[in-house]
């Protein structure tokens, strides 16, 4: 990412438009990303039906791009939020037998809830706690979970940095963050050797961070989920994998765009989750993953 490829809108607001993912080629029509949304269609079913044969529940949850939650920040810059890709994936599976109530929709719940608070950090791609609580509690309703209601007002600190945009800009442009410490019953008890590495800075790689917590509270949910997913659950501000960790007795998350079948065989999750950044769609991704230790 570059300083070009980063928006600035109104009001302090960034947006990421261009990177290798060209968030602003896919926000019009486009035959290419028919084809790139047909083929993740089938490795969504793919997974449905392996998860189903294992006695899982299985849910595809896509992160919502910034510009089309946003739209009306974005000043001289006009798009079309019906062409998210997100929204086009939708509209592709609302009539599907086996995946219309395995997909978890964040778009109009994001859309409903813009103008209550901030649901992104501004100089950031990311979410802040509102909008990952928004994720949270779909995830709950759908997954049929008692969500934990006391996320806002756990500790916290703020800072005034530069977001993954902000900090593309010359000069930086800063915004006062809060990042929320979430976690209190839920206990990590597994890291692989490149969550280490990255949490302590010493590498930029994240594709195959895994974690494993537990959670032995009397109110914690009894099942098992499995998380495969992205930045949008390992934020730092505000995590969606300690909020999970702190509401299922066990829960398991690799970063990956890809699900490891044969760690899911020996885990034997519950619920499985496959969150994905939506400007992703853009790259089809086959099931093809083994998890370092």
């Not at 070009?4 to 009001?11: F, L, P």
Request: with cysteine.
């Amino acid at each position: 990412m570059s300083e070009h490829d980063v928006h600035t809108g109104t009001n302090g607001w960034l947006f990421l438009v261009g990177g290798s993912n060209k968030v602003l080629v896919h926000s019009r029509r486009s035959v290419e990303i028919d084809i790139q949304l047909q083929a993740w269609q089938k490795i969504f079913t793919q997974r449905y039906l392996a998860a189903k044969q294992a006695n899982c529940r299985y849910f595809t949850m896509i992160a919502p791009e910034k510009i089309y939650i946003y739209d009306d920040q974005l000043g001289e810059l006009a798009i079309d939020p019906k062409f998210s890709l997100s929204q086009r994936l939708h509209r592709n599976l609302l009539f599907h037998p086996l995946l219309r109530r395995s997909y978890i929709r964040l778009y109009s719940h994001f859309r409903a809830n813009r103008t209550k608070s901030d649901l992104y950090q501004r100089t950031d791609t990311h979410w802040t706690l509102a909008g990952c609580t928004i994720a949270y509690r779909e995830i709950c309703r759908s997954c049929r979970a008692k969500p934990v209601n006391d996320f806002h007002r756990r500790a916290f600190r703020e800072e005034v940095s530069a977001g993954d945009l902000g900090s593309k800009l010359n000069p930086e442009r800063s915004e006062r963050r809060t990042f929320y410490d979430l976690q209190s019953d839920s206990t990590r008890t597994h890291a692989n050797s490149l969550a280490l590495l990255f949490e302590s800075q010493q590498t930029s790689s994240h594709r195959g961070i895994h974690h494993v917590y537990r959670n032995q509270s009397t109110d914690a949910d009894p099942r098992t989920l499995m998380l495969v997913g992205d930045s949008y659950a390992h934020f730092s501000a505000a995590s969606l994998i300690i909020m999970l960790a702190e509401t299922f007795r066990e829960v398991h998350f690799i970063w990956s765009p890809a699900v490891d079948w044969e760690y899911f065989k020996k885990v034997k999750p519950n619920i499985l989750i496959c969150e994905m950044a939506e400007r992703f769609l853009c790259q089809v991704t086959a099931d093809c993953f083994t998890v370092e230790p």
